[in-house]
């Protein structure tokens, strides 16, 4: 029996538009449809002839472990079947399409990667944040809030590289990384924002301030899946201009 073949497609950030003619083409190739849990469950329209087993994979959720995951894909492939690999953003940008290719390409398994717009740079633009921009800052950095081993990353190093930095799955540990990045010498009245279910219609955010974060974050009610975005190019963000005095008044005029 011939082999299957594994596509680790990215879906986008969440709003069924945002995915590629590439992920769509390989979705309609699909036999069977692993799925994540933050992935928008309308695309699966485009594989309408696929089996779907669902794989949910959310930060600080029980989720279905990878090492399963990685033998359900081999065992599947070796049956013969195409297999979609859905996962939500890019498969490998904190998505451990990484791993999965490894684990694949070590069992022999043909594996195409579709790429996917990661919610780092789409999430941000939503509200008219550009991650990058010449008058504000010369790079991003994304970063994860929650590691597998539950270590914090390096927020000294990340707060001196001047970049704008784009944390993901952070709202669990937000007074930490805010006090992290504080200590290491952020100043307090950098501008941030947080942004829930973005690209999506039931999308909230705030704006405010680094020390204010946590605050702002608990009164709006915000909670994961969200993007953090820390950094001067959060002053582009979309709100109207009474908003933004009443947020920052105490802090910029420092």
Request: net charge negative; proline share 6%; aromatic share 4%.
């Amino acid at each position: 029996m011939n082999k299957g073949k594994v596509y680790l497609i990215g879906a986008g950030p969440g709003d069924t538009e945002l995915i590629t003619i590439k992920a769509v083409n390989a979705l309609a190739l699909a036999q069977v449809v692993l799925i994540d849990d933050l992935v928008n469950r309308a695309l699966l329209a485009y594989a309408p002839n696929a089996r779907v087993i669902e794989v949910g994979k959310r930060g600080g959720c029980k989720s279905t472990p990878q090492h399963f995951i990685n033998r359900m894909m081999i065992a599947l492939a070796e049956q013969g079947q195409v297999v979609a690999r859905l996962k939500g953003g890019d498969p490998f940008l904190f998505g451990r399409g990484g791993e999965e290719m490894l684990a694949l390409q070590g069992a022999g398994i043909a594996v195409e990667i579709v790429p996917g717009i990661t919610s780092g740079i789409a999430v941000p633009a939503s509200i008219g944040i550009p991650v990058t921009h010449r008058e504000y800052t010369h790079g991003v950095t994304f970063v994860t809030g929650h590691t597998q081993d539950e270590e914090s990353p390096n927020w000294s190093a990340l707060a001196a590289t001047g970049t704008t930095l784009v944390i993901y799955m952070g709202i669990k540990h937000l007074p930490e990384i805010v006090s992290d990045l504080l200590k290491a010498g952020m100043p307090a009245n950098t501008p941030v924002a947080a942004i829930q279910h973005g690209t999506l219609p039931e999308q909230q955010h705030i704006v405010s301030t680094l020390d204010m974060l946590p605050m702002a974050v608990k009164q709006a009610g915000l909670a994961s899946p969200a993007i953090i975005v820390v950094g001067d190019v959060v002053r582009l963000a979309k709100a109207n201009h009474q908003e933004i005095e009443t947020q920052f008044a105490e802090h910029l005029a420092a």
